[in-house]
């Protein structure tokens, strides 16, 4: 079997350090050559999924997250809002849906859901679906019976991050654990919903921590179906506020270290789009990003204009892509394309081996 055809059908979940660590040191224009190659075999090029994201519960969270806005222990200014009523958030989801995003993803700033918010949360889910949009939640840590009740209620995605490496994580977090992070993503994955897990870089981590927390992803049983890149957003307030900015060109090391080793998920170009030139995002996206957040808002920071990205798609030849279900149709056909290929080139291999 050629090279290509095989690395198209394998997907592995054995990586090691070593292997990684290779990946990260290989010349830039090496490294996004491997990785374009194993994004075309896998996906439309030229395609990106847009999400929409809205905080639906402002501030006040429990957690002491050191990058975050909302955490009860930083001294961010921002205004703390209560859980949104459903029509409020439907409203938004509808113009979302009318500005073209394929989903809408929901933010609150929770520890874990509180019960009376979460019988809540549960319609509003219901409501959002029913606008015929792929429905996103996170929530943050979950039991094994609220992944289950997030399932029925139509959730498709659940969106809960590693955010760093095991080793640094307790330089960014100290109110729960790595393994905690672990559990609640193996709920929602027994649950049944599609997993949307990555990280953020720029953090003052070393390089060894941004292997971590990719090795850790792509080790994964099932690697998550979307995985998240954030570039830290600095927040004056927060702990890293003043953290020195990570060369941009590793940002896209990282997306396209993703790429290679999470061949069929989709690699979300997350926050930090704000500090990013056009040409850095045209390298992104070679580097196998395909997916962003469109719309001018993140959670509590701003993300580019609608018209921006629109401008930008026109001058790269981006196009939106439809469902992440048209993404995993276009994977198989791509599969199946580079299957039936090696099948015609091993015939004829044998039938030059026979003449
Ligand atoms: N409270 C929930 C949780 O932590 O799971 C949901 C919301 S939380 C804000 C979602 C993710 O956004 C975080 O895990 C983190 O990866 C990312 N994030 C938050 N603040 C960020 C920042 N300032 N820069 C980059 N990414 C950030
Ligand atoms: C994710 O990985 N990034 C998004 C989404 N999941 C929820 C959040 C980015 C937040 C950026 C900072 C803010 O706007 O507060
Ligand atoms: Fe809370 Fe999530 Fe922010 Fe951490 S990242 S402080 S859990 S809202």
């Known amino acids: 079997m050629s090279k290509t055809a095989e690395s198209a059908q394998e997907i592995r979940h054995d990586w090691s350090r070593k292997e990684v ?5 290989l010349p830039m224009n090496d490294l996004m050559f491997q990785a374009q190659t194993v994004h075309r075999q896998h996906f439309d090029p030229n ?10 519960k402002t501030g006040a969270c429990a957690e002491d997250c050191s990058y975050c806005s909302q955490s009860v222990v930083n001294d961010t200014s921002l205004k703390v809002e209560p859980l949104m009523h459903q029509e409020t958030v439907m409203e938004s989801a509808r113009e ?35 606008l015929g949009l792929e429905t996103c939640a996170t929530l943050g840590m979950l039991s094994n019976e609220q992944a289950h009740q997030l399932k029925e209620a139509g959730l498709d995605y659940y969106n809960h991050n590693l955010d760093t490496s095991a080793e640094y994580y307790d330089k960014v977090i100290t109110t729960r654990t790595y393994q905690d992070r672990l559990d609640t993503l193996s709920f929602v994955r027994d649950a049944g919903m599609k997993v949307c897990c990555g990280g953020i870089v720029g953090m003052g981590e070393e390089q060894t921590d941004r292997v971590g927390l990719l090795l850790t992803l792509a080790n994964l049983d099932h690697h998550p179906e ?41 690699v979300r170009l997350s926050a930090g789009r704000q500090s990013l030139s056009d040409e850095a995002q045209a390298m992104c996206y070679l580097a196998g990003a395909n997916s962003i957040f469109y719309g001018e808002r993140l959670l509590t920071t701003d993300n580019p204009e609608a018209d921006q990205d629109r401008m930008l798609f026109g ?41």
């Open 96 to 130: 979302a849906k009318k500005n073209g995003a394929s989903r809408f993803c929901m933010g609150a700033a929770w520890r874990s859901p509180t019960p009376k918010g979460f019988e809540r949360i549960l319609e509003i889910i219901g409501g959002v679906k029913s």
């Open 226 to 266: 979307s995985v998240p890149m954030n570039l830290l957003v600095k927040i004056e307030g927060t702990p890293l506020a003043d953290t020195e900015d990570l060369d941009i060109f590793e940002f896209i090391r990282c997306i396209a270290v993703a790429r290679i080793l999470m061949p069929r998920s989709m």
């Open 315 to 355: 001058r790269l030849g981006l196009h939106p892509m439809e469902t992440e279900a048209d993404a995993a149709r276009e994977s198989e056909l791509a599969a199946a394309d580079a299957g039936a290929h090696t099948q015609v080139n091993e015939q004829a291999d044998e039938q030059q081996a026979v003449h």
């Open 47 to 56: 395609a990106v999924q847009l999400s929409t994201l809205l905080n639906i």
């Open 21 to 25: 660590q290779a990946l990260f040191d």
